[in-house]
């Protein structure tokens, strides 16, 4: 029985990604089963290999963003490296990059130089505002791209500055928009043989996140400003997090479902009550509302009893788990939300799985990643079939560059 190929196994995508959004992509693409090269251009490496825990040169930020992923280090200031990386073009199929607009083409593998040399290549280069427009110079992060969209204008309490989300919610948004578009071009390079670009901006993907905002801002400019609404929904209600006797409680319902709190509460009078009657009467008694709630939460001795009580009736909620809360949920666990993995003397810990799942390949359970150029060999033979002498002298010329440590394996996922 011939062996089954993982979805996109027999691509191969050349990475000169760094930090978390073009690392992202890539890794996805990886999971998926694309031969990813990353390139790095020091014996340090990316930047994220001195991130999170490290511990003898490794790091887990480094696991988590760029496992399933080979590394292939280069001195990108020799010519000679240059010259390797663009006769492997005619065997790559993807390009992804997150350099400052310019900086690939600078370095000489923009897209217009690629696509001369393999007219069916897919590159993907993803920034902060995008390769064109008015702001397209600048440089830049996760909370740049917040800041510019106006989403971290709606993120906090209503009386003080923004509050900055510690989790990069853009960078990982924007790193699976990108792979998904990657998917994409390759579908339609499939139908048509044609290759194309990707623009890919943190902007664009976290002005893509309102849901409700932008229209009605546009249609009545200067009367409708949205507000923070710091620990409440500012425009539905009930929708926010309130307080239980040990931690928290996320509530969160539409007007068909309100009868169902009240039945849980034992409340029936409050379905009557003009304070509570519709979404508006309920925003314009937001405070009123979590004081009745709260004083119900307090009559249970824990968050969980109070969530049993709403579960039966199916009313929306959830706890506000802290982290370690999450990560040891049964469900996760299950699920492959949750991984375990090993990485060398790191020992074992646990990493976020992939966003979605299939139904003909579970999440892969044999990740690794890799040292700085602890595939160089394999990789020059394989793509350029290199020997090994060409490729001790590449070393000699510090074309080349390695790191002692090897690749590690991970341990398969809980």
Same mark, same amino acid.
């Given at each position: ?56 040169? /490794?790091? %887990? *930020?480094?696991?988590? =963003? ?7 280090? @280069?001195?990108?200031? +020799? ?123 943190? /902007?664009? %993907? *976290?002005?893509?996140? =309102? ?7 546009? @249609?009545?400019?200067? +009367? ?143 990740? +690794? ?46």
């Amino acid at each position: 029985m011939a062996k089954k190929l993982r979805m996109l196994e027999g691509y191969r995508v050349l990475d000169f990604t760094h930090f978390v959004a073009g690392p992202t992509c890539t890794r996805i693409l990886g999971e998926m089963g694309a031969d990813v090269i990353k390139i790095e251009r020091s014996a340090s490496g990316d930047h994220v290999r001195q991130l999170g825990l490290v511990r003898d040169g /490794l790091s %887990t *930020y480094y696991f988590q =963003h760029n496992h399933s992923k080979r590394c292939l280090a @280069l001195d990108l200031r +020799k010519p000679r490296a240059r010259e390797l990386i663009l006769a492997m073009i005619p065997k790559i199929d993807v390009v992804v990059e997150n350099f400052a607009p310019g900086v690939i083409a600078e370095m000489g593998f923009g897209y217009h130089e690629l696509s001369k040399i393999n007219p069916g290549i897919i590159m993907c280069s993803v920034s902060v505002a995008g390769q064109t427009g008015p702001l397209s110079y600048k440089p830049g992060y996760d909370y740049l791209g917040a800041s510019l969209s106006g989403v971290l204008d709606q993120i906090g309490e209503p009386d003080r500055a923004p509050s900055v989300p510690a989790m990069a919610i853009g960078d990982v948004s924007t790193g699976v928009a990108s792979a998904m578009a990657v998917g994409f071009a390759l579908l339609n390079r499939e139908r048509t043989g044609e290759g194309q670009y990707i623009d890919a901006s943190l /902007l664009d %993907t *976290y002005f893509h996140m =309102h849901e409700l905002t932008v229209p009605v801002v546009s @249609l009545r400019p200067g +009367k409708f400003v949205p507000k923070r609404g710091g620990s409440l929904h500012p425009t539905g209600s009930p929708c926010g997090v309130f307080k239980a006797p040990d931690g928290y409680v996320f509530l969160i319902l539409q007007q068909h479902e309100i009868g169902r709190l009240w039945r849980a509460m034992k409340r029936p009078e409050l379905a009557e009550d003009a304070r509570f009657k519709t979404n508006r009467d309920r925003i314009k008694n937001n405070q009123e509302f979590k004081r009745i709630f709260e004083e119900w939460l307090a009559t249970f001795p824990d968050r969980d009893s109070a969530i049993k009580v709403l579960d039966a009736e199916r009313v929306p909620c959830a706890p506000v788990y802290k982290v370690e809360e999450a990560i040891a949920q049964p469900h996760m666990r299950q699920r492959k939300t949750v991984r375990r993995v090993k990485y060398g003397s790191i020992g074992e810990f646990d990493i976020p799985g992939m966003p979605v799942k299939f139904s003909t390949w579970p999440d892969r359970t044999d990740l +690794k990643a890799s040292a700085v150029g602890g595939d160089n060999d394999a990789i020059l033979n394989e793509v350029l079939g290199f020997t090994p002498a060409q490729i001790a002298a590449l070393y000699q010329e510090n074309v080349l560059i390695s790191a002692p440590a090897p690749s590690l394996e991970a341990k398969p996922g809980a």
